[in-house]
Nanobody, 123 residues
Framework: EVHIVESGGGLVQTGGSLRLSCTVS????????IGWFRRVPGKEREGVSC????????YHADSVKGRFAISSDNAKNTVYLQMNSLKSEDTAIYYC????????????????WGQGTQVTVSS
């Protein structure tokens, strides 16, 4: 059974940093593309950062390039999203997700995702 649990969200001022964590069980990072997407009420879901270890591909939204970084710790079955230089437009619920391809995480529907963690950036 697959479980995905996000943590690390919170309230931060503009220009600050947060690190989100995503602990997974029930599958291997080698079997799925994994990463983060975010959602703001009333707006479409936006893929943020993700990777596919199977084919070595990665994706970062233009809006976060140079500010966000995705990494993983296989020993802990955990994926991280380091968010720096946060802006008010980064305010959203952030979800960790897994899918067969990067496309499923960025555009289509992931196979699995967690309950989300709220990130609020105040000006």
């Amino acid at each position: 059974e697959v479980h995905i649990v996000e943590s690390g969200g919170g309230l931060v001022q503009t220009g600050g940093s947060l690190r989100l964590s995503c602990t997974v069980s029930g599958f291997s990072f080698d079997d799925y593309a994994i990463g983060w997407f975010r959602r703001v009420p009333g707006k479409e879901r936006e893929g943020v950062s993700c990777f596919n270890r199977g084919d070595g591909s990665t994706y970062h939204a233009d809006s976060v390039k140079g500010r966000f970084a995705i990494s993983s710790d296989n020993a802990k079955n955990t994926v991280y999203l380091q968010m720096n230089s946060l802006k008010s437009e980064d305010t959203a619920i952030y979800y960790c997700a897994a899918g067969q391809t990067l496309h499923s995480l960025v555009v289509a529907t992931p196979d699995y995702w967690g309950q989300g963690t709220q990130v609020t950036v105040s000006s």
